[in-house]
Nanobody, 125 residues
């Protein structure tokens, strides 16, 4: 199973950025995709997730309204649209795939088995 995240870069506060994560190498039926982020010295923080079959989305409360997760089933790609970016959004963003997740388990990085390599987002003030 491979996850390839991309789209990171250096942006200014207030800008938008969209991160795609393409997946390949699996034929799982019941799974979800999540986005997490991490800054130096901190654990990975849940950002958003989507239940692949239904499209139901979950968000970290503080990011609702600015971040949107979506998926393209035909392309096996999940996206994270980030708007009104702030310097505190600076982090390495990771996409992940978890199997047979229930609602509450989407929020914990330990429930995801497969991870992308991460893409760095830097927001300057």
């Amino acid at each position: 199973v491979q996850l390839q995240a991309s789209g990171g870069g250096l942006v200014q506060a207030g800008d938008s950025l969209r991160l795609p994560c393409a997946t390949s190498g699996h034929t799982f039926n019941n799974y979800g995709m999540g986005w997490f982020r991490q800054t130096p010295g901190k654990s990975r923080e849940f950002v958003a997730a989507v239940k692949w079959s239904s499209g139901i989305t979950l968000y970290e409360d503080s990011l609702k309204g600015r971040f949107t997760i979506s998926r393209d089933k035909a392309k096996n790609t999940v996206y994270l649209q980030m708007n009104s970016l702030k310097p505190e959004d600076t982090a390495v963003y990771y996409c992940a795939l978890g199997r047979n997740l229930i609602h509450s388990s989407y929020y914990s990085s330990s429930n995801y088995l497969y991870w992308g390599q991460g893409t760095l987002v830097t927001v300057s003030s």
